[in-house]
């Protein structure tokens, strides 16, 4: 079995190979693609994979579209770190979708169901984004970030604001701790419900607007970073 794998953080791209080597000794990994220009060069290859494992979220936008633009005839089994991207849509016979931090059995489970499958089987990728089209859009509702040597799921509403500091963006909870995260701050401005979130400083933070009250502080303290 080829395997592609599209996923734009290291540690999870890893994890991956690492199961699937567990799952399936003899698979043939290749990847990960990291980007949408990526995936799309490695779909269009001569050697086209038997499964793709994508992350919904890239860096530079949504794997659907390294998907439609290569008509991608592979069954798809889709991995995310949060649900807000119409999860039912993706159960169809012959795709699947899989929350981080991936569980090995959960991953053998729908590697088993797309063995199950056959070519005549598999919907067109249309039909899944016309449903992703259909269903009503949701802000980011939580974050999986490295803590350790495993992974932590921080919710949405156990953040206090977001920083920039040496280039690097910040989580800083409630609890007083904070984590980085893999994503830019314009890309979080548009994850972030904008009812709670607003972004008072162009490039400095975003302010959860239950800690609007300490808005001078902070950006005080933004500017002497």
Same mark, same amino acid.
């Given at each position: 079995?080829?395997?592609?794998?599209?996923?734009?953080?290291?540690?999870?791209?890893?994890?991956?190979?690492?199961?699937?080597?567990?799952?399936?000794?003899?698979?043939?990994?290749?990847?990960?693609?990291?980007?949408?220009?990526?995936?799309?060069?490695?779909?269009?290859?001569?050697?086209?994979?038997?499964?793709?494992?994508?992350?919904?979220?890239?860096?530079?936008?949504?794997?659907?579209?390294?998907?439609?633009?290569?008509?991608?005839?592979?069954?798809?089994?889709?991995?995310?770190?949060?649900?807000?991207?119409?999860?039912?849509?993706?159960?169809?016979?012959?795709?699947?979708?899989?929350?981080?931090?991936?569980?090995?059995?959960?991953?053998?489970?729908?590697?088993?169901?797309?063995?199950?499958?056959?070519?005549?089987?598999?919907?067109?990728?249309?039909?899944?984004?016309?449903?992703?089209?259909?269903?009503?859009?949701?802000?980011?509702?939580?974050?999986?970030?490295?803590?350790?040597?495993?992974?932590?799921?921080?919710?949405? @509403?156990?953040?206090?604001?977001?920083?920039?500091?040496?280039?690097?963006?910040?989580?800083?909870?409630?609890?007083?701790?904070?984590?980085?995260?893999?994503?830019?701050?314009?890309?979080?401005?548009?994850?972030?419900?904008?009812?709670?979130?607003?972004?008072?400083?162009?490039?400095?933070?975003?302010?959860?607007?239950?800690?609007?009250?300490?808005?001078?502080?902070?950006?005080? @303290?933004?500017?002497?970073?």
């Amino acid at each position: 079995m080829n395997v592609l794998i599209i996923e734009d953080e290291n540690r999870n791209a890893n994890r991956l190979v690492r199961l699937l080597h567990e799952i399936e000794p003899t698979a043939q990994v290749s990847g990960p693609a990291t980007s949408i220009t990526e995936a799309v060069q490695m779909l269009t290859a001569e050697s086209q994979p038997d499964l793709v494992l994508a992350d919904i979220q890239l860096t530079d936008g949504l794997s659907f579209e390294a998907l439609r633009q290569t008509d991608c005839q592979a069954p798809v089994i889709f991995t995310t770190a949060y649900d807000e991207y119409a999860i039912q849509a993706f159960k169809f016979n012959s795709l699947d979708y899989l929350l981080k931090p991936i569980n090995a059995e959960e991953l053998k489970q729908a590697i088993d169901k797309v063995k199950r499958i056959t070519p005549t089987s598999v919907p067109p990728l249309a039909q899944l984004l016309e449903a992703m089209k259909a269903s009503q859009y949701q802000y980011r509702e939580r974050f999986l970030v490295p803590f350790r040597d495993e992974f932590l799921m921080v919710p949405v @509403s156990a953040i206090n604001h977001v920083f920039t500091e040496n280039r690097k963006v910040f989580l800083r909870l409630n609890d007083g701790t904070q984590h980085t995260v893999g994503t830019s701050m314009d890309e979080l401005e548009r994850q972030l419900n904008p009812q709670h979130f607003f972004r008072p400083i162009a490039s400095i933070l975003l302010l959860s607007i239950a800690c609007a009250a300490s808005l001078p502080t902070l950006v005080a @303290s933004s500017w002497l970073r």
